[in-house]
């Protein structure tokens, strides 16, 4: 049933791909900030193979301080969140003796549900390739920078339509994506992104587990 509606939806979904192509087009030529593709950000010393061994550690921001930035500078809290995540790393390169010359590449998840979707599982999302502004020291101008990026790389992909790459990867046979992702993309000595760089909003009511309270 499923590989028929495939079949039944696929020239639907060529038409309205070539459709947008002209659109995704004018809005990159009137676009000043322009997004980076996959793997033109510079290697460094956490580009590397993905494998099991991984370091993990954790830091805590208030949140009604990043609600006042982004008033301040007129952003999204995701582009603060951003800035931030850039901050660090440039950091995290200087103290390593790394160069921080030119920016980093970054995937943004974004979810692809419309407003007033309801969903008990499951995710429905897309990636959004966005430059994290290590090479600028000043943290406002670095800030602004991010702004302008995510504004533009988030018109280019409506344009093309943010379900569109969602719904092509649905064509690829099942064994052929586990084939890719199981045996080819830890094998990769340059992951095609620097970082993967995500926030989501938390839940709006208290939970609670075995009459404990969830506090963070």
Known sequence: ADLGRLAMALPGLLVRTLGRLPEVLRVRR????????????PATSFSRALTARRAFATCALPLDDLRQVKAAFDVTINDVVLACVAGALRAH?????????????????????????????GNRTSNLLTALRVDLADPAERLRATGRLSASAKAIQAALGA????QWVEYAPPFVFRLIWRRLVPRIRRPPVNAIVSNVTGPRDPLFIAGAELVA
Do not use: Y
């Open 93 to 121: 390169l200087l103290a390593g003796g790394e160069p921080v010359d030119r920016p980093l590449v970054a995937s943004v998840p974004l979810s692809t549900d419309a407003a007033d979707a309801s969903r008990l599982i």
């Open 30 to 41: 009137q676009t000043t900030d322009q997004p980076p593709g996959a793997f033109a950000g």
């Open 163 to 166: 379900e569109t790459m969602a």
